[in-house]
């Protein structure tokens, strides 16, 4: 099995001793994207449609650095910091990203630092005849 560790410039840098994803077995397995603007280095936002935006944007580039989309997404884990506050307006950004049909997902109460929103995906690379 090859695994392939990827880390690109547009999407925020990790920040600890992780890769932003990892190519292995045909799947994409992505860290956990949060909201932080990759020009900048901040969260961008103070609300949770904006933060979940900003998280869709980094996830986005880290697809198509790949050749992939959120069509391709298999499974995704969400963690709110206030799921009871966020889950409906956070549902309704997200959601707005996929055309095709959903992906798995399980969505969960957090405890995060400065964030409202993370999300990590599974993605499946397309087949190959």
């Known amino acids: 099995m090859t695994v392939r560790r990827i880390n690109i410039a ?11 994803a ?5 799947f994409l397995y992505t860290a956990g994207t949060v909201p932080v603007d990759p020009a900048t280095g901040k969260v961008a936002g103070t609300d949770v449609a ?6 869709m ?3 986005r580039a880290l697809l198509e650095s790949e050749g ?9 884990t969400v963690h709110l910091t206030d799921i009871e506050r966020d889950f409906a307006e956070f549902n309704r950004v997200y959601k707005s990203h996929f055309t095709g ?6 969505t969960v ?9 993370e999300i990590d995906l599974v993605v499946a690379y397309p087949e190959t005849a």
Not at 10 to 20: I, K, L, R, V
Not at 109 to 117: D, F, H, K, P, W
């Open 10 to 20: 547009n999407a925020p840098a990790p920040g600890g001793a992780y890769s932003q």
């Open 22 to 26: 990892v190519a292995a077995n045909g």
């Open 50 to 55: 904006a933060q979940t935006e900003q998280v």
């Open 57 to 59: 944007r980094n996830l």
């Open 68 to 76: 992939l989309g959120f069509a391709d997404v298999v499974k995704a």
């Open 101 to 106: 049909g959903l992906p798995a997902r399980t």
């Open 109 to 117: 109460g957090s405890a995060m630092l400065n964030i409202l929103v």
